[in-house]
């Protein structure tokens, strides 16, 4: 239902599917949403958030994500993320122990106001406790596993060629730019992979127009409707 509204009424959709394959799919359907609700797919973008995580090797670039998204994931933040899940009270299990047996039945939703991590817990329980078993996880280290993400991962010569290729072949028509740590993490982009993208002709030098829509390639505001420009978001 959120993907044919936002065909239907938005310019660009704000994606949490910044891995390219997931990013490839979701795309590809909303673009054939798009031709079925008689709209130009080119007039709608798809720009998901990224988190990149950069070193000066693979395997330091490797070493730093599992190392930000264990800083991430304190050891409360494990049991409290867990229980949303397990819908059971867990405060008594050791965060750095192994994942408890899942529930036999949903359970219920103990944060109130707050959105739940997954569409069906019981299943999403049974699946993490799976693979928690299968890899020997703690219940910290499963949480880490099933949260967290940092969707490019590399050497800033990697990293460029990883989102260019991204982009050539279909997984989003940009990316937002999430910094991996606060407040350094986007200077550290733009300082060494910036310039990589630039040279590879993928990335403006200079902004053409003064409006963002401009510089987006959307032109004037959406005429369907008179109203002033939206920008959804659908998951």
């Known amino acids: 239902a959120g993907r044919d509204f936002a065909v239907r009424t938005a310019d660009v959709i704000f994606s949490r599917h910044g891995e390219p394959e997931a990013g490839r799919a979701f795309r ?24 990149v995580v950069l070193g000066d090797t693979e395997a330091e670039a490797a070493e730093r994500a599992r190392e930000i998204s264990f800083q991430q994931v304190t050891p409360q933040t494990a049991i409290h993320l867990l229980e949303q899940v397990w819908g059971e009270d867990l405060s008594a299990h050791d965060p750095e122990g192994p994942v408890p047996a899942p529930p036999a039945a949903a359970g219920e939703q103990l944060t109130q106001g707050q959105a739940r991590r ?81 040279e590879r002709g993928v990335l403006r030098t200079e902004y053409e127009h003064p409006t963002l829509r401009g510089n987006l390639g959307l032109g004037d505001p959406d005429e369907r409707t008179g109203a002033a420009p939206r920008v959804e978001v659908a998951s």
């Open 28 to 51: 590809s359907d909303v673009r054939s949403r798009a031709l079925a609700a008689g709209r130009d797919p080119d007039s709608i973008l798809v720009i998901p958030a990224v988190s």
């Open 118 to 198: 997954v569409d069906d817990p019981l299943a999403a329980a049974r699946e993490w406790h799976a693979l928690a078993q299968e890899h020997g996880w703690s219940i910290r280290e499963l949480v880490v596993s099933q949260t967290t993400r940092h969707e490019f991962i590399g050497t800033p010569d990697s990293i460029a060629a990883q989102l260019d290729d991204a982009a050539q072949t279909g997984a989003a028509d940009g990316y937002v730019l999430s910094g991996s740590v606060v407040p350094h993490g986007i200077d550290e982009f733009v300082d060494r992979v910036v310039p990589l993208l630039q």
